[in-house]
C-alpha cells in the first residue's frame, strides 16, 4: 500500500506538458516467506519515499525534456535513489526525431537473494550484500518518414548481485565495474 501526496505546478499557462511536480510517500510492503513446506513467515516493510519531476514539452513540438527523481530516505530501502532524464527533439520530417536518456539506480538488491526461509520457521536474512548501482545510457532515432528506427544502450552494473550456484548463498561481485553492455538495435 502506497499513500502519496504531490504538489503540482504548471509554470506556462496553457501548456500542460510542462510541469514541475514533488511530493512523497508513505508505502507499506507485507508479504509471507515460505519457511518450510507447510508454513510461512509473516513480514511487513516500511519506507519513505520522496520524489520530483520535471517535464517540459515546448509548444511546437520540437523539444521534450524530462528529469525525475526518487530517494528513500527513511524505512527498508533507505538510500536508494532513482533518478532519470530524457531530452528530445524533432528534427524535420526527413531527420525524425532523436532522444537521449540517462538513467541511473542505487537499490537494495532483489528480496530473492537477501530473505531465506528455513525448515524452522523462521526467515533468513543476508545482510552482507551491497547495494547494486544500475546506470543506463540510450540514444535513440525514428525517422517515420525512411522507416527506421535506430537504438544503442549502454549499461554499467557496479556491486551486481547474483548466485554462484543453487547450493551457495548470493553474492556481490566485488569489482566497481564489473558488468558493461552494449545494446544496439535497428528495424527498418
Given at each position: 500500500?502506497?499513500n502519496?501526496?504531490?504538489?503540482?505546478?504548471?509554470?506556462?499557462?496553457?501548456n500542460?506538458?510542462?510541469?514541475?511536480?514533488?511530493?512523497?510517500?508513505?508505502?507499506?510492503?507485507?508479504g509471507q516467506?515460505?519457511?518450510?513446506p507447510?508454513?510461512t513467515?509473516?513480514?511487513?516493510?516500511n519506507n519513505?519515499?520522496?520524489h520530483?519531476e520535471?517535464?517540459?514539452?515546448t509548444r511546437n513540438?520540437k523539444?521534450?525534456?524530462?528529469?525525475?527523481?526518487?530517494?528513500?530516505?527513511?524505512?527498508?530501502?533507505a538510500?536508494?535513489?532513482?533518478?532519470s532524464g530524457?531530452?528530445s527533439?524533432?528534427?524535420?520530417?526527413?531527420?525524425g526525431?532523436?532522444?537521449?536518456?540517462?538513467?541511473?539506480?542505487n537499490?537494495?538488491?532483489?528480496?530473492v537473494?537477501r530473505?531465506?526461509g528455513?525448515?524452522?520457521e523462521?526467515t533468513?536474512t543476508?545482510v552482507?550484500?551491497n547495494?547494486?548501482?544500475?546506470?543506463?545510457i540510450?540514444?535513440?532515432a525514428?525517422?517515420?518518414?525512411?522507416?527506421y528506427?535506430?537504438?544503442a544502450?549502454?549499461?554499467?552494473?557496479?556491486?551486481?548481485?547474483?548466485?554462484?550456484s543453487?547450493?551457495k548463498a548470493?553474492?556481490?561481485?566485488?569489482?566497481s565495474t564489473c558488468?558493461n553492455w552494449?545494446?544496439?538495435?535497428a528495424?527498418?
Amino acid at each position: 500500500m502506497s499513500n502519496d501526496v504531490s504538489l503540482m505546478q504548471f509554470p506556462m499557462r496553457g501548456n500542460q506538458a510542462h510541469f514541475i511536480r514533488v511530493g512523497a510517500a508513505f508505502e507499506t510492503i507485507r508479504g509471507q516467506f515460505n519457511t518450510a513446506p507447510n508454513a510461512t513467515t509473516d513480514v511487513s516493510f516500511n519506507n519513505l519515499r520522496v520524489h520530483g519531476e520535471y517535464r517540459n514539452k515546448t509548444r511546437n513540438q520540437k523539444w521534450d525534456l524530462q528529469a525525475r527523481g526518487d530517494l528513500y530516505p527513511w524505512g527498508e530501502n533507505a538510500g536508494d535513489y532513482s533518478v532519470s532524464g530524457r531530452l528530445s527533439r524533432y528534427l524535420n520530417e526527413t531527420l525524425g526525431n532523436v532522444s537521449l536518456l540517462a538513467v541511473n539506480v542505487n537499490r537494495e538488491p532483489s528480496y530473492v537473494y537477501r530473505f531465506f526461509g528455513t525448515p524452522y520457521e523462521k526467515t533468513w536474512t543476508n545482510v552482507e550484500l551491497n547495494k547494486e548501482n544500475i546506470t543506463q545510457i540510450q540514444f535513440r532515432a525514428d525517422n517515420r518518414k525512411l522507416k527506421y528506427n535506430i537504438t544503442a544502450n549502454y549499461y554499467l552494473y557496479t556491486n551486481y548481485t547474483y548466485f554462484e550456484s543453487f547450493t551457495k548463498a548470493p553474492r556481490t561481485a566485488a569489482c566497481s565495474t564489473c558488468c558493461n553492455w552494449l545494446l544496439t538495435s535497428a528495424s527498418m
